[in-house]
Every structure is written in C-alpha cells, then in structure tokens.
C-alpha cells in the first residue's frame, strides 16, 4: 500500500522526492479507522509543502491527482479538510495483495526486504551482581524486538549484551568484602563453591542425606550454595552486598577512595582477588542468562566490557599521543569536545577557561580506572571494525541519553565514527500502579524473577481453568503465556514513554494484551485444523476464489484490508524503531478477525467459502509472524 503513495509522491516531487520521504518522521500510510477516511490515509502532503516551501491545500491536491493515476489499486482519493489524503482500495487488488502473501514460499508473506545494513544492537546490559528488574527486562524485549524487526527487513543484525563486569560497582564490592566479609571471599572463590557442591551432590547419589549447609558466620546473610540454588544465592548475596558498599560510600569518603582504587587494580589485572571476582562475574552472568531463556530473548550474545581490558588503556593512550587527549597533574587523562577540542595542551597545563570545564570529559580517572565513556568508545571502535558496522544502536534507559550524545560527539571527533551512524533507543521507566517508579520493598527495582513467579501462576490458572489441561501440558502453556505476556505488555507501549505493569491486568481480554490476540489465533487454528480433519487437503483446494466482484460482507473487507496492511506495519515499525506498532497492529487485527469470526460462517454443511479459509489461513500466518518478531511464542489451544 505504500507503494502507490511512493510512486504519487516521486511523480510529484521528481528529484526532491527521496529527501522528502526520508524527512517524514511519521508512517507514509495509516489504515484508516473509520469507513468515511477510506481504507487508508497519508499525512505526507505536509512533509511536501514544507520541503516545497506551499501551502499544504494546493500540495495535498496535487498529490491525490497523482495517487489517482495507480487505477489498478486505486478506487477513490478524496482530499480532507486537514490536509490528509483518503485513499480506497478496489477490491481486486485487495486480493490480488492477498494471493501473493499466501503464495510467497519463504514465509514472509510477500514483505519485501528493504536494507542491507549491517546494523549492531546493544541492548541488556546488566551490571553483574545485581538482580535483574523490570527496567533490565524492557531494555532486552526492545533491543530483542527491534534486532528481529531489522533482520527481517534484511539487514545484518549483531546482538551484542555489553554485560557490566569493569566499572565502579565491581571496586565497591570487592572492597566491601575485603574490608567487612573477608570470609565470603573464600565462599565466593571457584574451587570453594564447586568443591562443595560437588561433595553435596555425590552424597546424594550415594543416597545419603546433605549434611546442613555451613553459614558464614561473618554475615548471616548466605549458606554454601547447593547445586539447585548456587546461582540465585550468590548474585541475591553479591546485590545485598553492593547496596550495603554504596551506603558505605556514602557515608565514608575514605572508603570510596578505596573503592575507586580496588576498581583500577581489578580493571588492569592487578588485584590480588581477581579470580574471585571473574568467578562472581561468570555466576551472575549465567543467572541472567537463565532468566533471558525463560522470555526466549537468548540469541543476544554476551560480550562483558572486560572484554576490552587491553584495548581500552591503549586507546586511550593512542589519543594522548595524537593529541587528542591530555593527561592532567593529577594523573587523569581527560579530552575536550566541541569548539575547545583543538586545545588538549591548555588541559594538560591546567587550562583556566569555564567552558573548557563544562567540555572537558575524563577518560582515565587519577587513581588509574577507566570511566564508562572509555570503555564504550572503545566497544564502539571495535565494533565498526570487528563487524563492518554502518549503524550501532543502543537501547538503554532515557536517562542515559545524554552519555551516549558526548559518545559520539568525542568518536566523530577523534575519527572512529566516521561515515557510520549511532543510534540510542531510550526507554521510559517501569511504573506500578500508584505512577511511581516500580520498586522492591526494599527501594530497589523489582526483580523480574519474582514478576515471572506472580504472572507464571496466574497464567497456570488461566489455562487450567476449564479443566482442559492440566499436568506438563498445562505447565509447557502457562509458560509461553507469561513470557509471552510480559513481553507483550512491555513493547505495546512505545519504548520512550513509562509504562505501567500490572499483572492483574496482564490476562483482561478485550485490551491491547497478548491474551486477546492469542484467543483470535487459538480460534483461526482451530477453523483450519477443523477443516484438515474434515478431509482438506489445502486451504481453499479445488475452490475458484472471484477476481472482482464486493466481498461477503463487510466484516470480509475490513479484515482484507487489515491483512494487506501487514507490509506497512512491519516497514513503519523497522524505520521508527518501533515495536510497540506491531502490537497496535495485532491489536487491531485481532480485533477485526473476532468481528469477522463472530459475524461470518467460514465453515457451512457441505463446505466451506474458500476467500474466508484464505483470510483465515492469512490471519493466523500473519499473527504467527508478528509475534515471532516480538519473541513470543504462539499456542495452539488455550
């Protein structure tokens, strides 16, 4: 459906055309909600007046004659008193769209590839010895979503999860333990933690009982790990730790001193627990990377910042070289941005400008540490050479926003972007119910594995509760569902707005929730699976579907139209970065195939209207594709 509009619009503006399309913020066409507006409807008359410098009456007039020229899909093309332009399909095309969706053999239901970029997409991120929370979880269903959705439009996609292991927080929590828990150092060591486990679980092969866990009488806070809880114990331990370190710091100047030299030494490969903490690193790593199996978002592949120990102070000393950056008389290295950046000399003599100040961004800190705009300047050189990256984008709270401005501001101005472009996808916060940020008890984020737990047991009820399932079926489809709906309840929201979670709501049918699109799929699969059973070969097999002529009804129609739009949903969706239209789509188609299947008998005594086993055919492949896009997994029954 884009395309007639396209080609209207480059009729109209000849060589200005491709400028103009690429300006419009908003998608080319929209279906239309409303019988009177046509099947769809374009705002880009207004992006032609303002690039053409006219009123958007005349523009608007001048395109609705060249939409007109596409006879063959083009039925009327009215335009509004706004400056919209309202376009209705003839129904001939309207199948015709339909026939090529169904016959498209790889699956793609005719959606053309549209890039070829090879795009990198950092997103997840989680410090390492913190739960994970709600805030964590969004970062990784958009980044994961908006991976797929690009992939499918044909770029190369490198998932990459920049796992925190090497900043400030990794000095606070060794230094805590040192200071106030030495003993736990022993239990966080590897040998200590897998000897035991591994003496517990050849006892109880041998059929004897575990003898009690030893307590670390230091704390109280921890029992040796047992094979089952180990992971969940070390990093539940490793984050009441870190809170306790940051109060510290708080409170005692001296010891956030310490902490800020215990993070150099463990960044440089110096201090004298360094296995200690890659094995806490390693354990925390492999708990987040269980909860990201249990939402299906695994494909991302870890990539610890650790990873660029090496790189990042000989970076960091190849810019003091080509004068780039300076190092100051306290032993820091800092480098200037914007109009000052010609004047590291002046920083490395002390400087005496305000505005060099406000400039002036710290790449090594004087007790030695390398800061997060290092570490991630020097991700992003390696990115773009190791991968051939044209794009690299970044999904991270909105708060971060500003971080990665100064990013590519000091890459552009260094040389390591250069033709390629970076993106940051900020997302709005978590929220309960109150509007408030979601928080623990405890005033921290709260932690997605106690989410999974609530919104697992109430999705159990929900399949069990006709009495249909019960037993491992019942627990496989309970499972699918509350990942399912979790992720669905966070991407329906568009990423830069808050959202707020509840998981009461998360099963009300009738909203924008995965429960009402997958009730709509559960009822399409079980037309077609009637039809399998009654002797159908294949959908619509031996049945001559009418090249014109109106549709049944205008249920028929309306959903027709919906499903042709499924090009245009995933294209606007890819351009803006956008997941949360897919899911107004499926909201909406969901809601179309209902009406139709409430109002329409697809299956009569003696046969069966092969159009509507073709649109429901459609329905179910579309509603199945969509939601792989968003990692979620569809169910047969429900």
């Known amino acids: 459906m884009q395309l007639q509009v396209k080609r209207g619009v480059e009729r109209l503006c000849d060589a200005q055309a491709e400028e103009v399309l690429a300006s419009c913020k908003r998608p080319l066409v929209r279906l239309s909600g409303d019988d009177w507006e046509g099947d769809i409807h374009t705002k880009v008359s207004h992006s032609v007046a303002k690039q053409m410098q006219l009123p958007v009456a005349q523009v608007a007039l001048r395109l609705r004659d060249e939409i007109r020229k596409e006879t063959e899909a ?50 997840f991120g989680p410090n390492v010895g913190k739960e994970l929370h709600m805030g964590h979880l969004r970062s990784a269903a958009i980044g994961a979503a908006v991976a797929n959705i690009l992939e499918f439009c044909g770029a190369k996609v490198f998932r990459r999860n920049h796992v925190g292991d090497f900043g400030a927080h990794a000095g606070q929590i060794m230094r805590y333990l040192v200071e106030y828990d030495p003993t736990s150092l022993d239990a966080f060591s590897e040998a200590h933690v897998d000897r035991e486990r591994a003496l517990e679980s050849a006892r109880q092969q041998r059929g004897y009982s575990v003898w009690a866990p030893k307590g670390i009488h230091t704390s109280n806070r921890m029992a040796q790990p047992t094979p089952e809880t180990g992971v969940a114990l070390i990093v539940n331990t490793i984050g009441e730790i870190y809170r306790c370190a940051k109060r510290k710091c708080a409170e005692e100047e001296g010891f956030m001193g ?112 390398a800061t997060y705009l290092a570490v991630d300047l020097t991700a992003l050189e390696h990115r773009l050479r190791e991968h051939m990256a044209d794009k690299v984008l970044y999904v991270t ?43 623990s008890r405890t005033g921290a984020g709260v932690a997605v594995a106690d989410v999974w737990e609530e919104t697992l047991e109430r999705c159990t009820h929900e ?39 509840t998981a009461s709501r998360l099963l ?39 090249e014109d002529g109106p549709f049944r009804d205008d249920r028929s129609r309306r959903l027709a139209v919906r499903l042709v739009g499924l090009e245009n949903a995933i294209l606007s969706a890819a351009s803006a970065r956008a997941p949360h239209r897919l899911c107004k789509y499926l909201w909406a188609l969901a809601r179309d195939f209902t009406r139709f299947y409430e109002g329409t008998r697809v299956l009569e005594a003696g046969g069966a209207s092969a159009e509507s086993v073709q649109m429901v055919d459609l329905f179910a492949k579309a509603v199945h594709l969509l939601l792989s896009l968003l990692n979620v997994e569809t169910l047969e029954r429900l």
């Open 508 to 546: 009300n049918q009738g909203g924008n929730n995965l429960v009402s699109v997958m009730y709509a799929y559960v009822r399409g699969r079980s037309i077609l699976r009637r039809l399998a059973q009654s002797g159908g070969d294949r959908v619509g097999e031996g049945v001559e579907v009418p």
């Open 74 to 123: 083009v039925s009327t093309c009215v335009v509004t008193n706004n400056g919209y332009v309202n376009i209705s399909l003839r129904d001939a095309f309207v199948r015709g769209a339909m026939r090529a969706m169904l016959s498209d053999e790889s699956r793609r239901l005719n959606v053309p590839r549209m890039s070829s970029e090879r795009v990198v997409v950092d997103y």
């Open 397 to 439: 709270d909105a708060a971060q926003r500003a971080h990665f401005d100064k990013l590519e501001r000091v890459a552009r101005q260094v040389g390591i972007l250069q033709g390629q472009q970076v993106e940051h996808l900020g997302y709005g916060a978590v929220r309960a119910d109150d509007g408030k940020k979601m928080r």
């Open 463 to 501: 399949v069990e509760k006709k009495g249909e399932f019960s037993g491992a079926v019942s627990a496989f489809m309970a499972r699918k569902l509350a990942a399912g709906s979790i992720l669905y309840s966070d991407l329906s929201t568009a990423h830069k707005d808050p959202y707020t979670f």
């Open 258 to 369: 310490r902490c800020k030299e215990e993070t150099a030494e463990l960044q440089r490969g110096r201090n004298r627990h360094q296995k200690v903490w890659r094995h806490i690193a390693t354990t925390s790593m492999r708990g987040h990377r269980d909860i990201l199996e249990n939402f299906k978002l695994d494909k991302v592949r870890d990539v610890p910042e650790s990873c660029y120990a090496k790189r990042v102070f000989a970076l960091v000393e190849r810019l003091v070289s080509e004068g780039h950056a300076a190092r100051r008389p306290d032993g820091s290295v800092t480098i200037v941005v914007g109009d000052d950046a010609t004047t590291a000399d002046d920083v490395e003599g002390g400087g005496d400008g305000a505005s060099r100040q406000e400039n002036e961004l710290v790449l090594i800190t004087k007790e030695g540490s």
